[in-house]
Each structure stands twice: as structure tokens, then as C-alpha cells.
Antibody
Framework: QAQLVQSGAEVRKPGASVKVSCKAS????????ISWVRQAPGQGPEWMGWISGYNGNTNYAQKFRDRLTMTTEKFSSTAYMELRSLTSDDTAVYYC???????????WGQGTLVIVSS | QSALTQPASVSGSPGQSITISCTGTSSDIGGYNYVSWYQQHPDKAPKLVIYDVHNRPSGVSNRFSGSKSGNTASLNISGLQAEDEADYYCSSYTSSTALVFGGGTKLTVL
């Protein structure tokens, strides 16, 4: 069955960048997109953006548009999310999740904890 | 502040039924049949339990059901079991940003 496996936890200083990977297996990568969703401690999920597994088209939430980049590597069925200019407000668990644009997401990766602290 | 509004908590006894509401606007829930619900246990990733308003993924118990009326969607869980205790989140397609989530509802099984 479909599975997404993410890279491990990261610690960054304010102003730095982080890049999280998400390796897909068990399905045709090009048939679905990948959404990235983050969840701050004690908060609900927050959708960050989506990338097509077919052609790499992206749609970013307005809030992140100037410091977020999503990419894919088709040959390895891997999606990447890079967030720049980090602040303490970016401390959260970051999830990748398979889905078509605007519709439900399933399954989710196991999550990657990103801590931003000086 | 989350765009979709959910009650912070609901509770019920084993065997009872509960309903969790999720209120949005005509730009999200009211305008599209792309409402989904997720169950999240502590320190786990969310799991899809309802998609496209009322559809259940394979493997999800038929005790879970979804519906929508106007700008409000609902998740019903019947025959409550201890394992249902978790946080539940709704989400919807939205014309403004593609996907939006609710703030979450903590379900306690008494």
C-alpha cells in the first residue's frame, strides 16, 4: 500500500533554512500530488502548499509564498519542502501527505519535527 | 485562527453516538463537496476517516459517517469505543487557498 517516509528531526537557528524530504512508495508517484502540512504544538494542521507528482506544478499558501519551495525528484519518487528565513513560529511537525489538488490527503508521512531555536 | 470552526471538545460513553460539527463558509464547505475528516492519536500522524463529505476509506469502521448541510459538515461516530478517543480535524477545499483545516476537536470516551 502507499507509504510516505520522511527525513529526521532538524534543529535550526533563526534566519536559517530547512529542507525536508518525503519518499513515496507503493503507488505511481506521477499519478498524485503531495501536500505539505505543518502542525505547531497543540494546534490544528496548517496547509502549506501542494506539488504535482506529474509535472512539478505548485500551489503555495499565500502565507508562505515568499519563503517556501517545493520540488520533486521523479526518478526516486521523492518530494522536498524547503522553508527559509525560519523564526521560532516555524517550530512544528511538518508532514507530507499524498493527494490531488484541493482534495483529501491520504496517507500521511510520519512527520518531521523542526525546532527553531537560538 | 483556523478557517473552519470546530468545538474544542466532545465526550460520550462507550456505546453512545457523538457528532462533531465543522462550520465554514460558502467559499469552502458550502461551495464544494470536498470535505474530509482526520483522526489523530497523540504523537501520531493524522489518519483519513471520511473523504468527499460522506465516503469511508477502505478499512475504516462503518461506525464513522459524514454529512453536510449548507456551510456545516458533521462527523458522526456511533457505538463509541475507547480506541475512538483522539483529536478529530475537518478539512475542506477552499477557493482562496486550496485546502483549509479546522482547529480540531478532542473526543473523550468517558
Amino acid at each position: 500500500q502507499a507509504q510516505l517516509v520522511q527525513s529526521g528531526a532538524e534543529v535550526r537557528k533563526p534566519g536559517a533554512s530547512v529542507k525536508v524530504s518525503c519518499k513515496a512508495s507503493g503507488y505511481r508517484f506521477s499519478s498524485y500530488g503531495i501536500s505539505w502540512v505543518r502542525q505547531a504544538p497543540g494546534q490544528g494542521p496548517e496547509w502549506m502548499g501542494w506539488i504535482s507528482g506529474y509535472n512539478g506544478n505548485t500551489n503555495y499558501a499565500q502565507k508562505f509564498r515568499d519563503r517556501l519551495t517545493m520540488t520533486t525528484e521523479k526518478f526516486s519518487s521523492t518530494a522536498y519542502m524547503e522553508l527559509r528565513s525560519l523564526t521560532s513560529d516555524d517550530t512544528a511537525v511538518y508532514y507530507c501527505a499524498r493527494g490531488n489538488h484541493g482534495d483529501y490527503v491520504d496517507p500521511w508521512g510520519q512527520g518531521t519535527l523542526v525546532i527553531v531555536s537560538s | 485562527q483556523s478557517a473552519l470552526t470546530q468545538p474544542a471538545s466532545v465526550s460520550g460513553s462507550p456505546g453512545q453516538s457523538i457528532t462533531i460539527s465543522c462550520t465554514g463558509t460558502s467559499s469552502d464547505i458550502g461551495g464544494y463537496n470536498y470535505v474530509s475528516w482526520y483522526q489523530q492519536h497523540p504523537d501520531k500522524a493524522p489518519k483519513l476517516v471520511i473523504y468527499d463529505v460522506h465516503n469511508r476509506p477502505s478499512g475504516v469502521s462503518n461506525r464513522f459517517s459524514g454529512s453536510k448541510s449548507g456551510n456545516t459538515a458533521s462527523l458522526n461516530i456511533s457505538g463509541l469505543q475507547a480506541e475512538d478517543e483522539a483529536d478529530y480535524y475537518c478539512s475542506s477545499y477552499t477557493s482562496s487557498t486550496a485546502l483549509v483545516f479546522g482547529g480540531g476537536t478532542k473526543l473523550t470516551v468517558l
